[in-house]
């Protein structure tokens, strides 16, 4: 199974040093889909940093996602958007956004959760928290397990921490890795031996 890399991105008010970081990842790895993560910034300047990340991920033919905020996707000319495990919020995003551009759904911890979200019609179930805090989460990776098996909606799941972990790896199509993973050479080196060892794709991005 080819591999695709998610990338998340923390919103960070440095808007030269995230741009560096991201133009860095892209320098070294293809980027299927490329997600803005919010934290705590003001929703203007979470806006400023993606307009000037936009670009440089189509550029590279990468998806960009607002982090669970629909209003931002056109407004920004973003590819779609991540919902936070919000059932209301991903129902108003599927009939806003879809079928033109890309509906995620996140934070995931539960099968019934999983599969309102497939079922709604989510683009992708990003299961255990967004930056990878699931390091002995066996519930999540047996969550990831079954999904795949189950369904032939993308399961994703951040493995930063664990992209040695060969089962759980040889089941995802789409990994999610944070940028952080690209700020040193041999960090970055690492990851993609891996990939590359595992035929990474090089083709298209998450598509609706």
Known sequence: MHKQIYLIVPAITEMESLYQMVERAFSLA???????VRKTINEKDYSK???KIIPLAHIHNCAFLIDNNIGLVKQLGADGVHINNDINLLEKAIKQLKPELIVGFGNIDNRHDAMIGGELGADYIFFGEIEGNNDNNDKIKELVI???ETTNVPAILNLTNQISHSKILQQLEFIAINSEIFHTKQTSNHFLSILNNMSASKNDKISS
């Open 30 to 36: 293809k980027i299927s889909a490329l997600l803005l």
């Open 49 to 51: 940093l993606a307009k």
């Open 146 to 148: 079954w999904w795949e």
